[in-house]
């Protein structure tokens, strides 16, 4: 499967209490990996036991090479279309909090003015070959020349749509399922209306809600788990989301297992800790 997208560089405190405005607090533990929407699926795709593509913009900063170490060690096969670049790559700072699993995040995403002339798209024909393809719309250019790729070729295509993003304008008409967070929301006319054929969305703790085009609707309940991390939860949803495209025969199938997979990495503490407790879940 072929993931396109945003790609960071996170460093991650884990605290006692999230700091006030103006306070200094020591962190329990510190991580750091690559984050970002279509990594942190490409991750959960390999986990899953998927082959997952993650074609992303990362350069030579050698704050790059913190991502690629990450991503290597966690059986993601990368395409950097921009290997050269000599900018910092995209870099978040995270506070969670131990008790509950919160978080914070400051985060200045990839902008492609800064690399724009710079990337060729050698990667995009990566597409007519996946099985399913997902697009988090970070790298406007990008996704677009992803998805077309794929609807030529007849792959279904995932968007992760966390935030309303101009590129959306054309790249709707090209997705079959998006997958929305709750806080999402689109300018008239709806998904459906710009052509998605399928929209879920999540919301946290709260039932997983779901319509077709046709007019079929529906909601998968979440499953009550003490959270404690919930950094990355939801793009680890939707990257089982993607797999589950591949092998899951309906819409109802495909949240449920994403739900499962998603429950299972709140759980567990740090950013790739849940790797292993997803690894070899079966998928049928």
Known sequence: MLLAGLCTVDLIQRVDELPAPGEKVQSLRV???????????????????????????LGAHPLAALARADLEAHGVRLIDLAPSLADPPPVSAV????????????????????????????GAGEAAGADVVLVDGHHPELALAVAREARAAGVPVVL?????????????PLVDVAACSAHFSAPGPGLHERGVPTVITTAGPHPVRWSTADGSSGEVPVADVEARDTLGAGDVWHGALAVAVTCEPTVTDRIRFANEVAAERVRQVGPRSWTTAIAGRNRT
């Open 31 to 57: 991580d750091v990996a690559a984050g970002g929407p279509a990594t942190n699926a490409a991750v959960t795709a390999a986990a899953l036991g998927a082959e997952a593509t993650l074609l992303t913009v």
């Open 95 to 122: 506070a969670v909090r131990d008790r509950d699993g919160e978080r914070t995040v400051v985060s200045r995403n990839a902008k492609d003015a800064s690399f724009l002339g710079k990337v060729t798209f050698f």
């Open 160 to 172: 992760d749509a966390g935030s309303w993003k101009p590129v959306l304008d054309e790249l709707l």
